[in-house]
């Protein structure tokens, strides 16, 4: 099946944390592609692959970055897909230099910025699945059942101190 997400990040090391929103998309049957890509290391590649992304099929582009994290930005810069930029935490500064990094776009080119992290990457891979599922119906239903069994996990353990 050809991707309609494409999952990039700035450097291998980021995959520990994109390795969640593939998780949740594979999860969901939502097919992807993942690729290293930099605004830093190789911004002719990243410059083509956003301006190509739109007629290649994807619909939506999750970027992870870190420290002076460019990458989701810039790519938002040229393409009209919705980018999902996740924060990765850093050693030096907690993930708090990615995240700024990502949020302050400037009016006009927006990115949907998530959390720091693991439960960032996977609410990433879950925004993307939501957005695509605003056209596929059984996607939606697929969301839904993963919302209720949530639902149904917290309803099990309403008492914290259930199993002292
Ligand atoms: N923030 C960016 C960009 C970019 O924004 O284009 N390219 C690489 N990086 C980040 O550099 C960090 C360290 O990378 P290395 O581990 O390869 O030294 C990674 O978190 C990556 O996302």
């Known amino acids: 099946m050809e991707p309609l997400v494409g999952v990039i990040m700035g450097s291998q090391s980021d995959w520990p944390t994109l390795q969640h929103a593939c998780q949740v998309l594979d999860e969901l049957c939502v097919p992807y ?34 420290g002076a994290a460019h990458l989701p930005g810039m790519v938002a810069s040229k393409t009209m897909l919705p980018v999902i930029g996740v924060p990765i935490q850093t050693s030096a500064l907690g993930g708090l230099d990615s995240l700024l990094s990502i949020v ?61």
């Open 104 to 164: 302050q776009m400037p009016g006009g080119v927006p990115v949907a910025t998530v959390a720091i992290g693991k439960a960032g990457a996977t609410n990433a891979g879950l925004l993307a699945a939501q957005i695509l599922a605003t056209n596929d119906h059984e996607l939606l239903a697929r969301l839904e059942a993963r919302r209720s069994a949530i639902r149904e996990t917290v309803l099990s353990k309403l008492d914290p101190a259930d199993g002292e």
């Open 33 to 66: 592609e993942r690729r290293v890509v930099s605004a830093h290391r190789t911004p002719d590649e990243m410059f083509h692959y956003a301006e190509q992304a739109v007629e290649r099929g994807l619909k939506a582009i999750i970027a992870g970055a870190g």
